[in-house]
């Protein structure tokens, strides 16, 4: 499965006065310094800083984490640009540089076509790209976002993407600002991808990843029935009926809320109102899943003073925060690959009880978290 990045950015609401160069973005693109930490960054394009006010800093750092300092006097064609990026706090080099089309030029009718086709040029025809991510996909502040392709190369990965920000103008009316951008991340490792993707964690063989689509489809190949009943959630896509390990159970799919990438299943099986039915369901999984993946990366089985199993009030303890019933798995030595987590969980003032069982990928799991943040 591809991976790819997606960042959501704002609109610079002021005119950006950029030097006269000749550098081309597809150049820049071709020679992206990702090895090079932030102060290296700035030393290389010294001519080319451009500081933002503190004001507009503060409005793009709202959406996005780039640096203060950008980039500019870089051009697309016809068209002006710069470029701000974002440091990884770990290794302090880039993590992703976004190109920002400069918001007071209007472009003519064929801006897009030009766009693709100059990039389709150098990096061939655009990757396969799942349909329900290039949607209109709403933000914090009415912030829009919409990707129109994407392209892959050895040096780098390039998503086109259309944003329409709203802001109000000298006269307090409302106004909306289309910007168009790229987004440009490193390349993938593709040999260690490659070694890690046999380990991702899989539901019933199926990997906990790619679009909602494709894992439901592989969900009905299995034979589990879509709820009708259920309304989706903006993370929550799908509820599906069956049974897993010869019980009951109901599915729920979780998703990125930007992407739409599948990164959690949740099992819901064992329920009932007794407190031994329950924990049975619990242990027969966790027996299971130790016999499949060795010792648990983690687990937790107490109840807090002066409750213990066989006072009655378990399931009321349960859903008081009083106990706690949880083991996690992790699928691999490779930690953050993917964990499996058994939990018993119950309704207010232990009605029923259950047992959920979490299949999270790893990287999926950065993904979410990072497309979460980026919208904040």
């Known amino acids: 499965m591809k991976r790819f990045f997606i960042t959501v950015c704002c609109a610079i609401m002021t005119l950006v006065t950029f030097a006269q160069s000749e550098t081309h973005v597809l150049d820049f693109v071709r020679n992206c310094p990702w090895e090079l930490t932030d102060t290296q960054i700035q030393e290389k394009y010294r001519d080319n800083i451009f500081i933002l006010s503190d004001s507009i800093s503060q409005l793009l750092n709202s959406s996005l984490p780039i640096s203060s300092n950008v980039i500019s006097g870089i051009k697309f064609n016809n068209y002006n640009t710069f470029i701000g990026y974002a440091i990884d706090i770990e290794t302090k080099k880039p993590s992703v540089f976004t190109c920002i089309f400069d918001p007071t030029q209007t472009p003519d009718n ?119 009943s259920f309304t989706p959630t903006d993370q929550v896509v799908a509820a599906y009926n069956g049974t897993y390990g010869g019980k009951e159970c109901t599915l729920f799919v979780y998703v990125t809320p930007a992407t739409k990438t599948v990164y959690q299943v949740r099992v819901i099986v064992g329920e009932s109102n007794s407190w031994s039915i329950v924990k049975n369901t619990y242990l027969f999984f966790k027996n299971r899943f130790e016999a499949k993946y060795g010792e648990p990366w983690a687990s937790e089985e107490k109840f807090e003073y002066p409750y213990e199993d066989g006072c009655g009030y378990e399931l009321t303890c349960i859903a008081r925060n009083k106990a706690t019933f949880t083991t996690t798995f992790n699928n ?32 999926n799991m950065l993904l979410n978290e990072a497309e979460l943040n980026s919208s904040l």
């Open 110 to 228: 064929n801006f897009i076509t030009e766009i693709q086709t100059t990039i389709s040029r150098s990096y061939g025809e655009p990757i396969e790209f799942p349909d329900e991510a290039k949607n209109k996909q709403e933000h914090a502040n009415g912030f829009f976002s919409r990707i129109v392709n994407a392209w892959e190369g050895q040096n780098a990965m390039i998503i086109f993407a259309v944003f329409d920000y709203p802001y109000i103008d000298g006269n307090n009316t409302q106004q909306t600002m289309t910007m168009n951008a790229l987004i440009i991340t490193p390349p993938e490792e593709e040999e260690k991808e490659n070694n890690l993707e046999g380990y991702r964690v899989k539901f019933r063989g199926i990997p906990v990843n790619g679009s909602a689509n494709t894992f439901c489809t592989e969900l009905s190949k299995l034979g589990y029935v879509k709820d009708p």
């Open 332 to 363: 691999t030595d490779e930690i953050g690959i993917g964990f499996i987590d058994i939990t018993i969980m119950s309704s207010t003032y232990g009605g029923n009880g259950w047992v959920a069982i979490d299949f999270r990928d790893g990287q």
